[in-house]
């Protein structure tokens, strides 16, 4: 396993978007584990022993941490459970395991990162520090993610359509347990890097001022209630769901929320999000050249 793990830390050094998104959150996060690479280090894959591992599996594997999601054409569920109870009737029986972060200082200025990579196109990342799970304004930051990607958008209109600078662009917002982040990319020719910078960092600007269309808007909502419906299709992708939102405490029915969640969502809240979180002097600027 660790000669896999150190051959996808590998792998990864050759990405240009992995490269970059490590970049943002090393940069973005000063003191929280997410500015950490998930796979680990060289040096800390190679350190992990057995028994530091059979030590995390005891402390981590209980029935209070667990949870459970079948979802199926069940015949008889009492069945069913009986016969999970008899697999799991092993599990140890034990206090819920909670993981305690250090609180995240905000960041109060610009942070710029310039990274080369031996590559042909150049890479711009705007990232903004936002929210956690928990916050309404997730649905919000969700469409306006959905707006900045939209081939058929503002973004994609400026960049790709009438200047013709990038063909691959697109956002995301990223909650977590902890407050997340929201970032805006765009990979083109080096020599265009700054200027498609200042178009994405334009683009924020006037969200804060300027209502989107109804007709803009509404497509928007449309496609994005379509992709979720859509990524709940197979018994596995809603047992996946349900399971980590009831991990993570927003109940396991909450994917019910979405549709009326988005179709709630008012122009003026998509510029109040705007306000609050596309700050004009605290973000990361990430770009990565040739």
């Excluded at 200042?198 to 992709?227: M, P, S, W, Y």
Aim: aromatic share 8%.
């Amino acid at each position: 396993q660790k000669i896999l793990n150190l051959g996808a830390l590998k792998a990864q050094k050759d990405d240009i978007f992995t490269i970059g998104s490590l970049l943002v959150k090393k940069s973005l996060y000063s003191v929280h584990p997410y500015r950490l690479n998930p796979l680990g280090s060289e040096e800390s894959i190679k350190n992990i022993t057995q028994k530091q591992l059979f030590e995390f599996h005891q402390k981590y594997v209980n029935s209070q941490n667990m949870i459970l999601c079948l979802f199926g054409d069940f015949p008889d569920t009492e069945q069913i459970k009986h016969k999970i109870n008899a697999l799991l009737a092993n599990i140890k029986n034990s206090n819920r395991v909670s993981i305690n972060t250090a609180a995240e200082p905000p960041i109060k200025e610009i942070k710029k990162i310039i990274q080369k990579m031996n590559k042909e196109q150049s890479l711009v990342m705007l990232t903004w520090p936002t929210i956690d799970l928990f916050n309404p304004d997730r649905y919000t930051l969700e469409l306006v993610s959905s707006l900045f990607s939209d081939q058929d958008g503002r973004l994609f209109k400026k960049i790709r359509e009438n200047l013709g600078l990038s063909y691959t662009l697109g956002a995301m917002s990223q909650p977590g347990l902890d407050k997340g982040y929201f970032l805006i990319y765009a990979a083109c020719s080096p020599r265009d890097s700054q200027i498609v910078k200042e178009i994405i960092l334009n683009e924020t600007k006037d969200l804060k001022t300027i209502l989107i269309n109804n007709e803009e808007l509404n497509r928007i909502k449309t496609g994005l209630i379509g992709e979720n419906l859509m990524s709940m299709q197979r018994n596995s992708d809603l047992a996946m769901r349900t399971g980590l939102d009831e991990l993570y405490g927003l109940g396991f029915d909450n994917y019910k929320q979405f549709k009326t969640k988005i179709e709630s969502i008012s122009q003026e809240d998509i510029i109040n999000v705007a306000k609050e979180y596309f700050l004009d002097n605290a973000y990361v600027t990430c770009i990565i050249n040739p």
